[in-house]
């Protein structure tokens, strides 16, 4: 069944054009009210900058600061009933009134921070079903950053260095929030060297594809299979179907793992790429100064 709702995965670091977030690890530079992706999840909603937003600060170990530099983003777009819900129990997750606050909603915002909080508090609670059925159903918006985009699949990266993820054994996956299927999700890609995590991801799960995003880089899915590349940097994909071979069952734990003929593309603004028929279609803008 196509779900109804649109999700929006973003790498981290997002810039929310706030000019007190750089303690914290939020760029202040960029042209967010041009190209920013909060813009984006704000025009996309269902009724824009009059839609109701909930801020999920369940992953994050500042979850006030963080739920006020958001409030303070969406104001910046004219956004104004934004709501923080720091739900941080599988109690409070199970509560009626945060339960009828998430169906309430027009937009879910799930902040960074540890993706495990975010699937053993919410994984199968009542405000976790509320969103799974108003994702399927309703013309919701659902969004995360960082913590909150890597939670957003069924399967999830939670553990692994940079430095050693072709090693067997030291990428760890689980289960995450299940809003999309068939992929896997890595955050902060290029600035933090996650390449390796993602390729033992994809050759350990080569029916996965495997998705790493920039900071400040981003999907925008519709139909639950339609993805568009959104942002200031670049998304790349590591589709291991093609794969011919790999070590991975062979060798002892802690030992390098080899891989034969896996697939890489490289996604930037405006690219899309179809889930289902695993095509990309690169976007070509009109050069600037050239001859119309």
């Known amino acids: 069944m ?18 007190t977030e750089t303690q914290f690890g939020l760029p202040q530079n960029m042209n967010f009210f041009e ?18 937003f909930e801020i999920i600060t369940t992953a994050s170990l500042i979850p006030v600061k963080v739920g006020e530099e958001y409030i303070k983003a969406f104001a910046q777009l004219d956004v104004h009933d934004v709501g923080v819900l720091n739900i941080s129990s599988r109690e409070q997750a199970n509560s009626l009134e945060n339960c009828d606050r ?9 902040t960074g921070g540890d993706q495990l909080r975010l699937s053993s508090i919410f994984g199968g609670t009542k405000s976790h079903q509320i969103m799974l059925e108003k994702y399927q159903n309703e013309e919701i918006v659902i969004a995360g950053t960082s913590a909150g985009a890597a939670a957003s699949s069924k399967n999830m990266i939670y553990q692994g260095s940079s430095k050693d993820a072709l090693l067997k054994g030291e990428v760890k996956i689980t289960g995450g929030l299940g809003f999309i299927d068939g992929v896997i999700v890595d955050t902060h890609f290029v600035q933090r060297g996650r390449i390796g995590r993602l390729l033992y991801a994809a050759a350990s799960n080569p029916g996965n594809l495997g998705i790493g995003l920039g900071e400040d880089t981003g999907l925008y899915i519709t139909n639950g299979h339609m993805m568009q590349a959104i942002g200031s ?40 790429y179809d889930l289902s028929e695993h095509t990309l279609t690169i976007h070509h803008p009109k050069s600037i100064g050239a001859i119309s």
């Open 2 to 19: 196509t779900p109804k709702g649109k999700l929006i995965i973003i790498g981290g670091a997002i810039d929310t054009g706030s000019f």
């Open 35 to 52: 190209r920013g992706i909060l813009k984006r999840i704000t025009v996309e909603s269902l009724h824009q900058t009059t839609s109701r």
């Open 102 to 110: 998430i169906q309430a909603a027009d937009v879910l915002v799930f």
């Open 233 to 272: 940097g670049m998304v790349i994909l590591v589709d291991g179907r093609q794969m011919t071979d790999t070590n991975l069952t062979d060798v002892e734990m802690g030992k390098p793992v080899s891989i034969k003929n896996m697939v890489v593309h490289v996604m930037c603004e405006g690219d899309l």
